[in-house]
């Protein structure tokens, strides 16, 4: 169908040439001097039409001599220089007979509406993530302005004193979640740059983090506080009920600082300071307020957990106040690499430690940070040979009282019994020792007040007992009876302020303090 097709668009246009194209042609001879065109040598043009060699097509003509012809796959135009002679050949029967190459102008109609379909499809295909697209950028928006508000919420919690309740950060949490579960849903959808989404996934993380670390430095320490309340409610029955015992809730406390009575006869309940400021995870260590006999009410006060393994102090710190202290105010941070267990004590602006796998114990001067002494001590066991029941690391542990500074310890000799050697605080020299009958491991803890070792021993998880004491003033040694309540189970160190008159306790990473009952001298 091509071939014809073709055949006609010539035999139209030589048919019906513009004005003035009969000349520019060639024909002004032959076809335009014929006033009929039926009568003209084209009218005899043969309708037997063969396919020509190539892309072209070829014809014959009736009429003798030669004739221009022009062909464009464009628009017809007057100008000769599209077209061309061809000069034809005369058969036996005298029929002239010419030929002329003819490109394949077919249009692609198929491939045109395939194309057409395509570009449907694609556009159709852009649309909808166009969509998408519009719908996550208003979702980043509000979410962004969530982002906003929260961060304009934790920099206020930062800068104010006030402590929040656990429904305030549990509020919090939640709003930061929901926008990591869009996060992680945008991300899995989202087809591109995702510059703005990780930005945003980052600052997310990060907002999670700060508001563990405000949970866990609640200024007030209001949380934990909290968590007691339930125990502390109690209080007044108990003080109800003590009134049937032989000892008196309430004696005349003597002097601060003196000596001037018949020991340890009760003890208060629990003042829960704060959790220490490393956190939870530090478990094992020992606080309390610095010794001085010559200013016994200036003393500073000293936090000092242990690594998460329990044995090496590394870090601590030091608080001019108690206000200070409880709201994690001016402190001045420390680090050595020798400190050992939980048996650490602050007196006279040095800190009393046991030096790091050794039976040594350093003297550490608090305004240089610098081990000013140290000294080996004789024959003790060291390295949780003989430490206290459920604590380890703690086979040297140092004490401070009114008469200043002691070490209790155990050796080989003893038989794991524990020995109180009494120490000179400038030189760590032993001046003189004891030995008592009571085994060191199965004690739990112990302090010294006024020369007297006290030593306690784990009921439950909630009591602990002040069951023995051993007097240096008189040798003699004995039994109690005094239940002192703890807050959580294990109780790693106890150390005792004479001029406060106050136990301080470090129990399973939260800071506690009690007031000591002494009993009367006779009058």
């Keep these: 169908m091509r071939p014809c097709l073709a055949f006609l668009q010539v035999l139209v246009f030589l048919l019906s040439p513009p004005a003035g194209a009969a000349e520019d042609l060639g024909l002004s001879g032959t076809l335009a001097s014929y006033p009929n065109p039926s009568s003209s040598p084209l009218s005899k043009v043969t309708s037997d039409f063969v396919s020509g060699s190539g892309s072209g097509s070829r014809f014959r003509a009736a009429s003798g001599g030669s004739f221009g012809y022009g062909y ?26 010419c030929s002329v190459a003819l490109p394949d102008t077919a249009f692609p109609v198929e491939r045109v509406e395939h194309l057409e379909s395509t570009a449907l499809t694609l556009s159709q295909k852009f ?12 979702l980043i928006s509000i979410y962004e302005k969530k982002l906003s508000n929260l961060t304009v919420r934790v920099e206020i919690m930062e800068k104010d004193t006030i402590s929040y309740t656990e429904l305030d950060f549990e ?34 993380r990060n907002m999670t983090l700060l508001v563990e670390v405000l949970e866990t430095l ?22 109800e009920a003590s009134k049937v015992e032989n000892v008196p809730v309430a004696l005349p406390r003597p002097a ?8 340890v006869v009760n003890i208060s309940r629990p003042a829960i300071v704060q959790l220490n400021w490393r956190g939870f995870a530090f478990k094992y260590g020992a606080w309390g307020r610095d010794y001085s006999p010559q200013n016994p009410d200036k003393g500073l006060y000293w936090v000092a957990p242990l690594n998460t393994d329990g044995k090496l102090l590394e870090y601590y710190r030091l608080y001019n106040t108690l206000d200070d202290l409880l709201l994690y105010l001016n402190p001045r941070e420390y680090r050595i690499f020798y400190g050992q267990g939980g048996g650490t004590v602050v007196y006279k602006n040095n800190m009393y430690v046991n030096w790091y796998n050794s039976r040594t114990i350093a003297k550490v001067n608090l305004t240089t940070n610098t081990a000013a002494v140290t000294q080996t001590l004789p024959d003790a066991a060291y390295n949780n040979r003989f430490s206290y029941a459920n604590v380890d690391w703690q086979d040297i542990d140092l004490a401070v009282d009114e008469k200043g500074l002691w070490v209790i310890y155990a050796t080989e000799a003893s038989t794991g019994n524990m020995v ?69 189970e294990t109780v790693q160190s106890i150390n005792y302020h004479p001029f406060d008159q106050k136990l301080y306790v470090y129990n399973d990473g939260y800071l506690l303090n009690y007031d000591l009952v002494f009993e009367q001298e006779p009058v």
């Excluded at 649309?127 to 208003?138: A, H, I, P, W």
């Excluded at 609640?218 to 209080?235: F, G, P, Q, S, Y």
Aim: glycine letters at 8%.
């Design 72 to 97: 464009s796959s464009g628009s017809h135009s007057s100008s000769g220089t599209q077209f061309s002679n061809f000069t034809g050949s005369r058969d036996d029967r005298g029929t002239c007979l």
């Design 127 to 138: 649309e909808r993530e166009l969509s998408k697209v519009k719908e996550y950028v208003q």
């Design 171 to 204: 509020l919090i949490r939640l709003e930061v979640e929901e926008m990591k579960k869009l996060i992680i849903q945008l991300k899995g959808s989202f087809v591109g740059s995702s510059d703005i989404i990780d930005q945003l996934e980052v600052e997310i």
């Design 218 to 239: 609640d200024k007030n320490n209001v949380l934990t506080i909290r968590r007691e309340i339930a125990i502390l409610k109690k209080k007044l029955k108990e003080c």
């Design 256 to 263: 601060p600082g003196s000596c001037a009575h018949g020991g």
């Design 420 to 488: 109180i050697s009494k120490l000179n605080d400038t030189t760590l020299v032993v001046l003189n020792t004891w030995y008592t009958k009571q085994y060191k491991p199965s004690v739990s803890n112990a302090f010294m007040v006024c020369g007297v070792l006290y030593a306690t021993r784990t009921l439950n998880t909630r009591k602990e007992e002040i069951f023995y004491y051993y007097d240096t003033n008189t040798g003699k040694e004995g039994t109690l009876n005094i239940i002192m309540h703890k807050m959580q």
